[in-house]
């Protein structure tokens, strides 16, 4: 197929395109200790949002990884104040089985809220292999639900070998490697070719010139995601660095919306 970039000239243009709508699969919300983190707010992320063309941001506020006395009520709330651009991932935090039971239990409860779950194995020092993410890998495996992982190289925690385990015994469950195993590209690329369930996410990726045209010159783009780690990083410099990179535009597409909206069911 001949590629073009008409979108590019019409992102830059217009700064949106309405029928090129962008979806957010990794982001995130709330204060984290020692930092400042602009437009950290529900209201403040739904206005970012707007102004970018961003119809959906899926994310998991910082309180249900690292606050457990507040937990996943964080989520909730943003979820239900701003519900037209805004879902949640259920994030799952193995130091705390007993919190872990009751988010699966209530999980049910809140299907305007989550999509899926979030594990973020680093920050817990606790591999995703470990029999306490056991409930969630198969409550999402039995529905299809997808997880969001944080991804290192070859950390051992979330790294590409510690994927492969998992993924060679969930294959219902879209597994979304949220930056992509940075800095192995090798091992990412095989992870995909590998596991039908797999997908690459591109927050932090892009710092390195070339890897998305590599990742579609090797895999086509129906298995790649679009992510910000919003707030983290901005979404004008993602989108633009996704169109500046000369893939074409039916790429653009299934990365900015089609992919999502086949994940989610939407």
């Not at 091992?187 to 990726?205: G, H, M, Q, S, T």
Request: net charge neutral.
């Amino acid at each position: 197929m001949k590629k073009t970039q008409h979108l590019r000239t019409a992102f830059f243009s217009r700064r949106r395109v309405p029928d090129c709508p962008v979806y957010d699969l990794h982001g995130h919300m709330g204060p984290v200790y020692g930092l400042h983190i602009n437009r950290e707010s529900a209201a403040q992320a739904d206005a970012v949002l707007k102004r970018n063309g961003v119809r959906l941001l899926v994310f998991c506020h910082h309180a249900a990884l690292l606050c457990p006395d507040i937990g996943n009520a964080a989520n909730i709330v943003a979820v239900r104040a701003f519900p037209e651009r805004l879902r949640a991932y259920c994030g799952i935090n193995p130091n705390y089985p007993d919190q872990i039971e009751k988010d699966l239990t209530s999980f049910d409860r809140y299907p305007d809220v989550y999509v899926g779950f979030k594990f973020h194995a680093s920050f817990h020092a606790i591999p995703i292999t470990d029999a306490r993410y056991e409930p969630a890998w198969a409550l999402a495996d039995e529905r299809g639900l997808p997880i969001l992982l944080h991804t290192w190289g070859n950390d051992p925690q979330c790294g590409y070998t510690v994927i492969r385990q998992v993924a060679e015994r969930y294959h219902r469950a879209p597994i979304l490697l949220g930056h992509s195993c940075h800095g192995a590209w090798d091992e990412a690329i095989r992870l995909v070719k590998d596991f039908p369930n797999v997908y690459l996410e591109l927050c932090a990726v892009m710092d390195e010139r070339g890897i998305l045209e590599r990742f579609v010159e090797e895999l086509g783009s129906t298995r790649i995601v679009f992510g910000t780690d919003y707030p983290w990083f901005s979404h004008h410099y993602y989108i633009g660095a996704v169109l500046g990179s000369g893939i074409g535009d039916e790429d653009c597409r299934n990365i900015f919306y089609r992919n999502a909206k086949r994940i989610l069911g939407k």
